[in-house]
């Protein structure tokens, strides 16, 4: 509940701190429990982006990361390229502006001390947003320097229990040229297919 929520840190594509206590404490109450851990798209970043950074030293016997965002600054390049991503773009920041909004109720003491409020309500995009807010609350010198320090990408290559990686060809955001196709090691299972010819085969079991 946000009403509990009181760190400084809201929306962080590469903050890892509560996935690994949450984890910490489900393994701490059920310490027999064989835990699993499963994210997409910027949850599939943070979660391969942890399960890099504490390595064998990880109580999941195993995850699933979907449509991951893999590489952020190659994502924030991909996405204003065309009119397609473009309107994705905009989705995603009218919902973190909504979403900063919302905090901004419960949090106002903290939040408003951090945030450029005044930037983050003239926001355009995802970058926008992510200047105005998730760099200066993260403490990031540049916009770019949060996209590459956060990007699971650098990660991958330590992750050391079973991942089982579901990325799509035809991502309108979680572009292909940002899936590490050379970085994945042995506990890594990289399952890509084309997003546009899978749903057409769903419509046609359905029918």
């Known amino acids: 509940m946000l009403d509990g929520v009181l760190s400084d840190c809201m929306y962080n594509a590469g903050w890892t701190e509560d996935i690994r206590k949450i984890v910490d404490h489900l ?3 059920y310490p027999e429990a064989p ?10 970043n943070v ?6 950074e504490d390595g064998v030293n990880i109580p ?5 990361a979907i449509c991951s965002t893999w590489d952020l600054l190659i ?3 991909f996405i ?38 005044e930037g983050i309500k003239k926001s355009r995009s995802v970058r926008d947003f992510d200047n105005y807010a998730t760099r200066l609350v993260g403490k990031y010198e540049t916009v770019d320097t949060y996209y590459r320090r956060c990007s699971s990408a650098s990660f ?5 229990v079973p991942l089982l990686c579901i990325s799509t060809l035809d991502d309108p955001v979680c572009t292909r040229e940002a899936i590490p196709w050379d970085e994945c090691n042995p506990f890594i299972l ?18």
């Open 190 to 207: 990289l399952e890509v297919e084309n997003l546009h010819q899978e749903a057409i085969g769903v419509i046609i079991l359905i029918t």
């Open 75 to 77: 994502c924030d390049r």
């Open 156 to 160: 991958v290559g330590n992750v050391s």
């Open 47 to 52: 979660l391969v982006k942890y399960l890099g």
């Open 60 to 64: 999941l016997v195993g995850a699933a």
């Open 80 to 117: 204003n390229r065309k009119l397609v991503q473009k309107f994705y773009d905009k989705a995603l920041t009218i919902g973190l502006q909504g979403y900063a909004q919302l905090s901004s109720c419960r949090h106002q003491p903290i939040l408003s001390r951090l945030a450029d409020w």
């Open 27 to 29: 393994h701490c109450q």
């Open 35 to 44: 835990l699993f851990a499963v994210g997409t798209s910027i949850g599939a």
